[in-house]
């Protein structure tokens, strides 16, 4: 017999949704090591209320399946209706009460491990807590980050957008759902000129994340192509929350439609 798609892809049917609607949208990155049940219901709800699709939760380091569980609980205790997509940076990232994961591949990593060992670990829970997969083809861009750096990557040079663009074509090929551009948390965004070669390229959602802490920059990448936004670390500083979400959304918003308007 074949498989229930529409049962299995509900979140997946969502987010296509949503991304054409919206022309790009954004998803919330909360670190449950980096931020406590709590406050990641207040900041889960305030972007649920500003017009986030999704809250993603998972970080690189010391990330314990007790804490998503608790983190996730907390999220939905406050009524949050946004779907819960667990974003692992190992199989310790796996909790039986997220809505979907980004089942993903670190395609350019130099560890067999992080490209199919682990997702060979992780596949039997995900079906076993029936958690809604969602295939993703993660790539390291720029210094890397912290997500290069324990993924063994070899990081795409900004330099070279025609690099990145072969990956994302492998990616498309090779039947992933999504690719991620990723910049490494807190370092420099993935410049406009390497979203937009592979938004030409490839016809899979395009998601960019890393370094977007300014209405400015989510601005860009959204002008660029980008079909969804990532922010973890502007969350996590000082400044209220729904601040930053506007603003966010807002450059969000701004870019798509500075896209949809005509060159002169
Ligand atoms: C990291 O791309 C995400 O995996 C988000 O990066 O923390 O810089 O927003 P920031």
Redo the contacts with the bound molecule.
Sequence with gaps: MLPEKSKRKRVYQYLLNRMQEDGCIHFA?IDPEKTDPDTAAKISKIAEEEGTAAIMLGGSLGVAEEQLDKTIQAIKKNGVKLPIIL?PGNINGISRYADAIWFLSVLNSTSIYHIIGAQVQGAVIVKRYGIEPLSLAYLILGTG?A?GYVSYSRPIPFEHPEIATAYALAAEYLGFEFVYL??????KPVPENVILLVKKTVEIPVIV?????TRELAKRAARAGADAI?????LEKEKDPRDVIIEIIEGIREGVQERARPST
């Design positions: 990155l974003f980050g997500a990723e910049g490494g948390s807190g370092g994340g890393g370094g977007i802490r990532v922010t973890g670390t502007v």
